[in-house]
Nanobody
Framework: QVPLVESGGGSVQSGGSLRLSCADSGGLFTINTMAWYRQSPGKRRELVASITNGRTTYADSVKGRFTISTGNARNTVHLQMDFLKPEDSAIYYC??????????????WGQGTQVTVSS
């Protein structure tokens, strides 16, 4: 069973918007950080945005365009993506993690959802 389930990916034209969601499928241990990563062909997986106790961080490439937020249900997270660009095209992955003393102790991943932005 995949620990996290993503939804909301799809195809959109440049300048459009998409909203990704990620939910706990059950059985996760305590976590304190949720994040979105993305990976496009031939590139390394990169951090897009994260949220820890309400504090958010963003990759420079998405600042001002993307917004990460937690949902009302336990271990849910959303990524609102506005003003999308073709270079945002990638598979987007949700991560739920537990950090202690700044070090990653364990994490969980979703199966990924495809985002395609056409020019």
């Amino acid at each position: 069973q995949v620990p996290l389930v993503e939804s909301g990916g799809g195809s959109v034209q440049s300048g459009g918007s998409l909203r990704l969601s990620c939910a706990d499928s059950g059985g996760l241990f305590t976590i304190n950080t949720m994040a979105w990563y993305r990976q496009s062909p031939g590139k390394r997986r990169e951090l897009v945005a994260s949220i820890t106790n309400g504090r958010t961080t963003y990759a420079d490439s998405v600042k001002g365009r993307f917004t990460i937020s937690t949902g009302n249900a336990r271990n849910t997270v959303h990524l609102q993506m506005d003003f999308l660009k073709p270079e945002d095209s990638a598979i987007y992955y949700c991560q739920a993690a537990y950090y202690e003393g700044g070090s990653l102790q364990y994490d969980y991943w979703g199966q990924g959802t495809q985002v395609t932005v056409s020019s």
